[in-house]
């Protein structure tokens, strides 16, 4: 069993920036392609960012091409998403997925998923 654990979302004036960590337990880490999607409230949710399970394939919704960033540590068996430039449309319920490939996630395909970590962003 993969168990899928988001941290740091929170409050944030518009212009700030947080780093959103997603730890991943129960299998091998670096086997998985990652994920970011998010949701915002009476909206459907969507891709925002995936990464190859080696780091050297990233992919991001264009609108957030530029103001965020997506990495991982496979020793710490973590991926993050560095935002910058926070809007206040960028305000959701931020999740993280495990996947066998970013092109499936990109489609909002995900093997494993976490509860969540909600971003708001005040202006």
């Known amino acids: 069993q993969v168990q899928v654990v988001e941290s740091g979302g929170g409050l944030v004036q518009a212009g700030g920036s947080l780093r959103l960590s997603c730890s991943v337990s129960?299998?091998?880490?670096?086997?998985?392609?990652m994920g970011w999607f998010r949701q915002a409230p009476g909206k459907e949710r969507e891709f925002v960012a995936a990464?190859?399970?080696?780091?050297?394939?990233?992919y991001y919704a264009d609108s957030v091409k530029g103001r965020y960033t997506i990495s991982r540590d496979n020793a710490k068996n973590t991926v993050y998403l560095q935002m910058n430039s926070l809007k206040p449309e960028d305000t959701a319920v931020y999740y993280c997925?495990?996947?066998?490939?970013?092109?499936?996630?990109?489609?909002?395909?995900?093997?494993?998923w976490g509860q969540g970590t909600q971003v708001t962003v005040s202006s």
């Open positions: 997925a495990a996947d066998s490939s970013p092109p499936r996630l990109r489609l909002g395909i995900g093997q494993y």
């Open positions: 129960g299998r091998t880490f670096s086997s998985y392609a």
């Open positions: 990464i190859s399970w080696n780091g050297g394939i990233t």
